[in-house]
């Protein structure tokens, strides 16, 4: 026996343990809904609140919602059996596409198998070696992956700090200037730089200031990308997002993706036409994969459907996070209150972190404490995020044990 695997994995294994970055996963044994049976490590289950799903609208388990996904497993099989562009693309893909395109108010929209494909094959599509990307810092692990892939030139600026963002895409064009200068006789290609991130910032649950990024790259004639994976069916008045919120127009590109608010998987892209048929042509995280069984497409459509027709249940879930907030600002925690489902109570040490919230797990609420790499060091948080159907009560219950534990010393 040779010990190779060791060899790569042996040294990263006893930093991760030693620093408490080290990572399992919690069974759950229960369907995704605001309260959930968990398997404890001692075996033992128990029942939980659960304030960490991105499940906002508590849609995974609404019977007519699993009802019509049945039917479509039925109508439609258990897969697609083909990438899209060969056997793969089914009604349901198509119908899919046409309501996200109607929902968030645009030409047209290209689905994939998830929101991280949808970023990664977005990014590396449209630009490549020789443009320019301006990220945000807080951005998400799979818009800086399409970054990487794409090879284009990134600018990290501040998060949320739009005279930085200026400030880098002034810096990006004195460099291209710069390659223009030194090309040598080769014709100077023209400046492309695109603007990327999030809508919401998911461990932070901030918002990007849309008006101002619209109006920033309107200025600079660069494009501008966001992704509303956490502000689909959550912001706005009827959940289509950050442009509702703010009452503006939209970005040149929208990504998104069914597995939060929607409640089932897959990503997507929404924008013009023209984007759209793009790629469709270039997209690899598009072109060489599997479609999504058409059943799930079927579900992501009803689902999308019935937040649709039911916008209370995303104006009952900012209730709840105005109400969860305050709550927690009433039990004496610093917390202000969230734009959006997601509730950051920083902590920062690593182990505190842990340990609270496997105290809380003992009292019922499943809150998971975020760590580096997902957070910087030293801002170790329980991420709460709420949903429509949490109540007031429990809500009121959890900050009060959330306050009592985060003020005992437990380390
Ligand atoms: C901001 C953001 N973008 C993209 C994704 C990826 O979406 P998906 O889970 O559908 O792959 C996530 C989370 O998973 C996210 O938080």
Known sequence: MNNLIEKFTDAALAQMRES?????????????????????????????????????????DVPELKQAMANAVLKWGTGSGGARLTTG??????????????????????????????????????????????????NHASIIDGIRLS????????????????????????DAREQAATSQGKAAAEFRGMIVTDAVFSMDGDL???????????????????????A?????????????????EHADVTIGTLSKAVATEGGFVAGKQKLIDFLRNKSRSFIFT??????????????LKFIEANPERVQQLRGNVDFFCESLRREGLNVATSPSAIVPIVIGDEAKAL??????????????????????????????????????????????EIATICKTDIS
Do not use: W
Not at 154 to 166: G, I, P, R, S, T
Not at 290 to 303: G, K
Not at 359 to 379: C, D, F, M, N
């Open 89 to 138: 693309n089914k009604t349901p893909h198509v119908e899919l596409e046409t309501e996200i395109a109607r929902f968030k108010g645009e030409e047209a929209a290209i689905t994939f198998n998830t929101g991280y494909m949808a970023n990664v094959g977005t990014i590396s599509a449209l630009c490549g070696k020789g443009d320019y990307i301006f990220s945000d810092e807080l």
């Open 355 to 400: 340990q609270i919230s496997a105290t809380l797990q003992e009292h019922g609420i499943l809150i998971p404490a975020i760590r580096y790499p997902t957070v910087a060091k030293g801002s170790a948080r329980l991420r709460a995020s709420l949903m429509a159907t949490h109540t007031h009560e429990e809500l009121e219950r959890a900050a009060k």
């Open 290 to 303: 599997t479609a999504m069984a058409p059943a799930i497409a079927a579900a992501a459509l009803n689902n």
């Open 208 to 230: 990007a200031n849309l008006p101002e990024l619209l109006k920033i790259a309107k200025a600079h004639e660069v494009l501008l990308m966001i992704d509303e994976a956490h």
């Open 20 to 60: 408490h970055t080290y990572r399992t996963m919690r069974l759950i044994e229960s369907p995704e809904a605001a309260h959930i049976i968990l398997r404890g490590e001692n075996g033992i289950s128990s029942e939980q609140i659960l304030l960490a799903s991105n499940s906002y609208l508590d849609l995974a």
């Open 151 to 174: 090879r284009a030139k990134c600018f990290v600026y501040k998060h949320n700090d739009m005279a930085d963002l200026e400030r880098v895409i002034l810096e990006a064009k004195a």
């Open 232 to 248: 689909t069916g959550v912001l706005g008045k009827t959940g289509r997002g950050l442009a509702e919120h703010y009452g503006c």
